[in-house]
Each structure stands twice: as C-alpha cells, then as structure tokens.
C-alpha cells in the first residue's frame, strides 16, 4: 500500500470550508461556545454588518481578514448571488471562513443559495445556529413573548418577507405575542396592517432598538402610536405587540442596571484595566480606557541585572511584588538572562494584593503572603513578620519597584529588622495625549463617570487630557487619590471603601442605584450624569 504524505493544513494546500454561524443579537456574551471556537480558528471572518466586527473578533487571531458581506468594495450592496460567490472566493484558496450571520443563522434564507454554492465548488461547510434576535431581544426589555398562565401563540413575522397576504393568521389579540423584524418603515407599516387585520389601537406594543447591547433602548406604545415612533427609530429595531409587554414593569432587568448606558472612563493601561471594564459591563456601563502612563526599562538596567544574579545566588529571603507591572518587568528581565520562574526557587515571595499574586500565578510561583486586610504597601506591612536572627538565616528583601514609588514600604520594612535593596525595575512615563475628540469629550461632558485608581492616574489624565467636565461623577480609589482630585480642582462623589479597582466599581455602581432610585421617588424618569444641568449634580452619600 502506497503511504499517504500529510501535508500541513495551511491556506494553499487544504481544502477551504465555510462555517455558517449565528451571531446572536448583539450581545457578545450571547456568542454560542461553537461560534467563539469557529472565530478563534477563522483565517476569514465575513460579517453582516461592519459595526459588529469589532465584537466579533474579540475571538479571532490578530492577523484575521474581515470582510464585509453586505457590500462590494465600492460600497454598494451585494446581492444573494454575488455574495454567494464572494463567500465561494474566501474560501477557495484553502482557507477557513466563518460567515456570520445577525441572530441566528437558521432563519434566515439568504443562507441557501450561499451553502449551495459552497456546495457546488466541493467546500465543506457547517451551520452553527445562535440565540434568534425574535427571542432574546424582547427578553432583554422584560417582555416574555409567551407569558405562562395561559396558552400563548407566538408569531415571528419578518417584516420584508410577508408580501401582500396577512401579517397574522388565525391570532388571538387577547392572547398571542407577535415579534416584527425589520427596517423602521417597514415596522410602521406592519403596525398598520396588524391595525386593519382587527388588532385594537390600544393593544401594547414596544419598539426596542439596539437589542441586548449598552445601546439598547426600549419605548411603550399602543400600536397607533408605532408608525410615527418607528421611522424614527435609529439602529436595528424589533417591535413586539401583544399583551406580553405589560408585563415589562415587573421583568425590567437589562435596562434598570445600576449604570445601564453610563459612558466611564478607565484612565488605566489596557492590561491593568481589563477586570475592571468587564465588572463595569456588568453593570451596564460601557467602559473606555485611557493609558494615562507608559512603562519602559529603567535608565540603569544593571541594578536589576545585579539583583537578579542575588536571586540566584541566595542573596534573599524575600521578594516582594508591588505592582503587576513589577512581576511583569522582573519576569521580561529573568527571560532575557536566559531564567524562568524557577529562579525564585528557596524564596518567599510577597504580593501587595489581589491583582499582583494572580499575575504571579500565571507566571507558575504561589505567594507566600498577601495581605489580609487592606490590600496596600500599608496593609503588607501589617501581616509581613519580623526578622529573626534563630529563624531566618539571610535578612535581606528585594523591592522590584518602579522609579517613582513611596518609601512607605521600604521604611516599614526596616523597622521590622529587615535590611532592603529597593531596586527600581521599570520607570513609569506620562503617556502620549489621547486623539482630540477623545479629549473634547473629557472636557465637555461626554462622559458619566470616570474612575481614578491612583494620584498618578489624576495628575497625569490631567495632563494629557485636560479635567473631566463638572457633571462628570468622580470616583477615587481612596483618601490619597481623592485628596489629589481635589487639588485639581475636582468634586470628589465615590470613595472606595477599600483600596480595590473592582470595589470602586461597585461602590460607583451603588452610587448610580441611589440615583435612580431618587429619581423614581420623585416621579422622574432617571437620566444619565451627563444628561443632567449642573444644578442637578448629586453628591454621593
């Protein structure tokens, strides 16, 4: 029997397949885990609409080509058949191609003519269905489309698909949900023919446009009321009629989060920031981040060159960490020496906080002290011991820090017997300015919220950007930071009860709860901070 050669599957010389794959409505965290594998592995992504892409690629390799599936590259649309072929062409060369589709991607029939025509070209392809926009969309305003208690019909209707013949047949007004997908026109004219199909002009409707995103917004309406309402409507919208929407007051529960459609500014570099912003998405918030400082090697590399050759040598007893950004530099610094982790082999190693000892622990080393209280150089000191002369053979500390870091640390540790070799390994540098609409926005109100991790983070967004806008709520991370805010000429309204990134998160989004619940009390309808007229600024309580 002849051997088979295995050739690698690269682009080229495998052959090309075509997943088709539900997007979902737009939340990223509706992502089947099939479509996030299939994203990962993809050498072609060919979406619906471009805005998505960004969303979409969260899950796909840096070098992945993005193509827009809806239009040629002079911009004008695409039909069925030349976007079959365009789908064909991606995947003829050997490459792997996801071809997103809003929603889920077997309702639409688009996908036909595009599967047979990776069909004819001998291209393997698979379909991967997602969460239907007619289903989630309405779930995310708080309206169950089929309400239990009773039997429920519901009736997903794409509005351009209907032709002449009714809307609906056989429904029951008094009981049934019907769900209208489609462009605003074409909404208000379906709202016109449930109308003459014997639907009353009071039965409920809602129009919700940007479904399950921070953008999303929903309006109730009786169905007379929708024609006008939906040619206005602005992004993707879905109309729901039916009895189902009264029940959206007690369901209400994507749109009443804390800080839903806050806009906050993170000013933290991007792998500092990256649980904070996806504990603020939790709460609704949309998160932009700001470096507002650079890291770069210290002008003197050879004193951490001399302490790494300590390390080895058994110059220590302890290391302590202090920051991510330490463990990041120490560790770059070892991997250039040709070292691993296992250089700290026979040490104790001391991490300031949370934050920093997962960053250890990525890097395969347990901390053998993290503070138990207050997560700080203050809150170290507390729990690290004394030196012992009977206990500890060596009384030496290495500080990996950065050029501008506090004595407190240093000194704390001395008085605890403990002689310190405070070695500076990355300096901290005022980032580049941002672009100028970001910094317009700064100033000018075009954010709720920002959040200040540090004095540094204050002085130097300050400088950069210039200060936040009067309504901008400002949140500190503790006394220090505050006190530097207010130097600046801020008003401070958050304090973290601890000094904790994602506690500041949650004590912002207990201030924005409060003021919506002050608002509802009086009978207002809750607006974002920087809807609001200076006068209607709140401080925290």
């Given at each position: 029997?002849?051997?088979v050669?295995?050739?690698?599957?690269?682009?080229?010389?495998?052959?090309?397949?075509?997943?088709?794959?539900?997007?979902?409505?737009?939340?990223?965290?509706?992502?089947?885990?099939?479509?996030?594998?299939?994203?990962?592995?993809?050498?072609?992504?060919?979406?619906?609409?471009l805005?998505?892409?960004?969303?979409?690629?969260?899950?796909?390799?840096?070098?992945?080509?993005?193509?827009?599936?809806?239009r040629?590259?002079?911009?004008?649309?695409?039909?069925?058949?030349?976007?079959?072929?365009?789908?064909?062409?991606a995947?003829?060369g050997?490459?792997?191609?996801?071809?997103?589709?809003?929603?889920?991607?077997?309702?639409?029939?688009?996908?036909?003519?595009?599967?047979?025509?990776?069909?004819?070209?001998?291209?393997?392809?698979?379909?991967?269905?997602?969460?239907?926009i007619a289903?989630?969309?309405?779930?995310?305003?708080?309206?169950?489309?089929?309400?239990?208690?009773?039997?429920?019909?519901v009736?997903?209707?794409?509005?351009n698909d209907?032709?002449?013949?009714?809307?609906?047949?056989?429904?029951?007004?008094?009981?049934?949900?019907?769900?209208?997908?489609?462009?605003?026109?074409?909404?208000?004219?379906?709202?016109?023919?449930?109308?003459?199909?014997?639907?009353?002009?009071?039965?409920?409707?809602?129009l919700?446009?940007?479904?399950?995103?921070l953008?999303?917004?929903?309006?109730?309406?009786?169905?007379?009321?929708?024609?006008?309402?939906?040619?206005?409507?602005?992004?993707?919208?879905t109309?729901?009629?039916?009895?189902?929407?009264?029940?959206?007051?007690?369901?209400?529960?994507?749109?009443?989060?804390?800080?839903?459609?806050?806009?906050?500014?993170?000013?933290?570099?991007?792998e500092?920031?990256?649980?904070?912003?996806?504990?603020?998405?939790?709460?609704?918030a949309?998160?932009?981040?700001?470096?507002?400082?650079?890291?770069?090697?210290?002008?003197?590399?050879?004193?951490?060159?001399?302490?790494?050759?300590?390390?080895?040598?058994?110059?220590?007893?302890?290391?302590?960490?202090?920051?991510?950004?330490?463990?990041?530099?120490?560790?770059?610094?070892?991997?250039?020496?040709?070292?691993?982790?296992?250089?700290?082999?026979?040490?104790?190693?001391?991490?300031?906080?949370?934050?920093?000892?997962?960053?250890?622990?990525?890097?395969?080393?347990?901390?053998d002290?993290?503070?138990?209280?207050?997560?700080?150089?203050?809150?170290l000191?507390?729990?690290?011991?004394?030196?012992?002369?009977?206990?500890?053979?060596?009384?030496?500390?290495?500080?990996?820090?950065?050029?501008?870091?506090t004595?407190?640390?240093?000194?704390?540790?001395?008085?605890?017997?403990?002689?310190?070799?405070?070695?500076?390994?990355?300096?901290?540098?005022?980032?580049?300015?941002?672009?100028?609409?970001?910094?317009?926005?700064?100033?000018?109100?075009?954010?709720?919220?920002?959040?200040?991790?540090?004095?540094?983070?204050?002085?130097?967004?300050?400088?950069?950007?210039?200060?936040?806008?009067?309504?901008?709520?400002?949140?500190?991370?503790?006394?220090?930071?505050?006190?530097?805010?207010?130097?600046?000429?801020?008003?401070?309204?958050v304090?973290?009860?601890?000094?904790?990134?994602?506690?500041?998160?949650?004590?912002?989004?207990?201030?924005?709860?409060?003021?919506?619940?002050?608002?509802?009390?009086?009978?207002?309808?809750?607006?974002?901070?920087?809807?609001?007229?200076?006068?209607?600024?709140r401080?925290?309580?």
């Amino acid at each position: 029997m002849k051997p088979v050669t295995l050739l690698p599957t690269t682009p080229g010389n495998r052959p090309g397949s075509v997943s088709f794959v539900g997007g979902g409505p737009g939340d990223p965290g509706l992502l089947t885990l099939r479509a996030a594998r299939l994203l990962a592995d993809a050498d072609v992504i060919i979406v619906d609409i471009l805005d998505r892409a960004d969303v979409l690629t969260r899950h796909a390799r840096p070098d992945v080509r993005v193509v827009d599936g809806g239009r040629d590259i002079d911009g004008t649309p695409l039909g069925r058949a030349a976007r079959a072929k365009s789908v064909v062409n991606a995947a003829s060369g050997g490459a792997r191609v996801v071809r997103i589709i809003d929603g889920d991607s077997t309702t639409f029939s688009s996908i036909v003519e595009e599967v047979a025509a990776c069909r004819k070209a001998g291209i393997d392809i698979e379909i991967v269905p997602g969460v239907p926009i007619a289903t989630a969309v309405p779930v995310y305003a708080g309206v169950p489309i089929a309400p239990g208690g009773h039997t429920s019909a519901v009736h997903v209707v794409y509005a351009n698909d209907h032709g002449d013949g009714p809307i609906t047949r056989g429904a029951d007004a008094k009981h049934d949900a019907v769900v209208v997908l489609g462009a605003g026109e074409q909404l208000a004219a379906a709202a016109t023919r449930l109308a003459a199909e014997g639907w009353a002009d009071s039965t409920p409707a809602m129009l919700i446009s940007n479904g399950t995103t921070l953008d999303q917004t929903s309006r109730l309406l009786t169905l007379s009321q929708v024609p006008a309402h939906a040619v206005a409507a602005v992004g993707p919208t879905t109309l729901v009629v039916g009895s189902a929407v009264a029940h959206r007051d007690s369901l209400s529960w994507f749109e009443t989060r804390p800080l839903f459609g806050w806009r906050v500014l993170v000013p933290r570099t991007k792998e500092q920031s990256e649980s904070v912003v996806d504990r603020l998405t939790e709460y609704g918030a949309s998160a932009v981040v700001v470096p507002t400082i650079s890291v770069e090697q210290p002008r003197t590399p050879q004193h951490m060159d001399k302490a790494v050759r300590g390390l080895v040598t058994g110059r220590y007893d302890w290391v302590g960490f202090t920051s991510i950004n330490a463990v990041r530099a120490v560790r770059e610094r070892l991997e250039a020496l040709g070292l691993d982790a296992r250089a700290f082999s026979g040490l104790k190693i001391a991490a300031v906080g949370g934050v920093t000892a997962a960053s250890l622990r990525e890097w395969g080393i347990e901390p053998d002290l993290v503070p138990s209280g207050e997560q700080s150089a203050m809150g170290l000191l507390a729990d690290w011991p004394e030196y012992d002369e009977q206990t500890d053979p060596i009384n030496r500390v290495l500080l990996p820090r950065a050029d501008i870091a506090t004595e407190t640390l240093v000194a704390g540790l001395q008085e605890l017997g403990w002689e310190v070799d405070d070695v500076t390994a990355y300096r901290t540098v005022r980032a580049a300015p941002p672009p100028a609409p970001l910094r317009d926005a700064i100033k000018a109100g075009g954010f709720d919220a920002v959040l200040f991790t540090s004095s540094s983070t204050v002085r130097n967004l300050v400088g950069i950007a210039g200060k936040p806008h009067p309504l901008t709520v400002v949140a500190c991370i503790g006394p220090n930071t505050a006190k530097t805010a207010e130097e600046h000429g801020l008003r401070v309204d958050v304090l973290s009860p601890t000094p904790s990134a994602l506690e500041l998160a949650d004590a912002l989004a207990s201030y924005g709860a409060r003021l919506r619940a002050a608002a509802l009390e009086t009978g207002e309808e809750p607006v974002r901070p920087s809807q609001r007229r200076p006068s209607q600024r709140r401080r925290a309580r």
